[in-house]
């Protein structure tokens, strides 16, 4: 079972920036495919970003092409998302998820494990 455990979000104006960090524990997630989804007020949850077991290959949604910057440290099973030049649409909750595969993938479905969100909300 892998457990997983977001941290990083917070209060911040448009314009700045936040590293949101994922932490997983259990087992090695090291070759698994990971990714950042987000789920704004009244609406789904979405794709934000997603990264292969290396790091060598990447995803992201077109609102945050850009902007954010998913990476890893297999070495100490964690997750990064660099959030750079917030608007107040990313305010949301940000969850990050690991799957079996070693692939990078944008559905949720194909995802095995999910951690319970952090908060991130930009002001105007």
């Known amino acids: 079972q892998v457990h997983l455990e977001e941290s990083g979000g917070g209060l911040v104006q448009a314009g700045e920036s936040l590293r949101l960090s994922c932490v997983a524990s259990?087992?090695?997630?090291?070759?698994?495919?990971m990714g950042w989804f987000r789920q704004a007020p009244g609406k789904e949850r979405d794709f934000v970003a997603a990264?292969?077991?290396?790091?060598?290959?990447?995803e992201y949604a077109n609102s945050v092409k850009g902007r954010f910057t998913i990476s890893r440290d297999n070495a100490k099973n964690t997750m990064f998302l660099q959030m750079n030049t917030l608007k107040p649409d990313d305010t949301a909750v940000y969850y990050c998820?690991?799957?079996?595969?070693?692939?990078?993938?944008?559905?949720?479905?194909?995802?095995?494990?999910w951690g319970q969100g952090t908060q991130v909300t930009v002001s105007s």
């Open positions: 998820a690991a799957r079996r595969g070693s692939g990078y993938e944008i559905l949720q479905q194909r995802f095995d494990w």
């Open positions: 259990g087992r090695s997630v090291s070759m698994y495919g």
């Open positions: 990264i292969n077991w290396s790091g060598q290959e990447a």
